[in-house]
């Protein structure tokens, strides 16, 4: 975490939470994003491998959004 960066910001620049960002691309939560509290980013790259397989891939489809997004709102 770069302590001059926002939680976005650090977030995106994170290798270990690419799975999480795409995740918010894909559910539109970019701005609303701003708004989730830290211990979202616990959903780092191996919490989402720990789900079924196909999980993610499935979530991450557009006609999936408003599941995702529900996923990732409940996350915060």
Known sequence: MYPTKN???NA????????????????GLVET?????????RATNEAFNKLPAGTVD???KPENKV???????IMS
Not at 15 to 20: A, F, G, I, R
Not at 33 to 41: A, I, N, P, Q, T
Request: proline share 0%.
């Open 58 to 60: 499935t979530l991450l």
């Open 7 to 9: 939680i976005i910001e």
């Open 12 to 27: 995106v620049n994170s290798s270990d939470h690419t799975t999480l960002v795409a995740a918010v691309k894909a559910a």
């Open 33 to 41: 994003s701003r708004e989730l509290v830290l211990h979202s980013l």
């Open 67 to 73: 599941t995702l997004t529900k996923v990732l709102t």
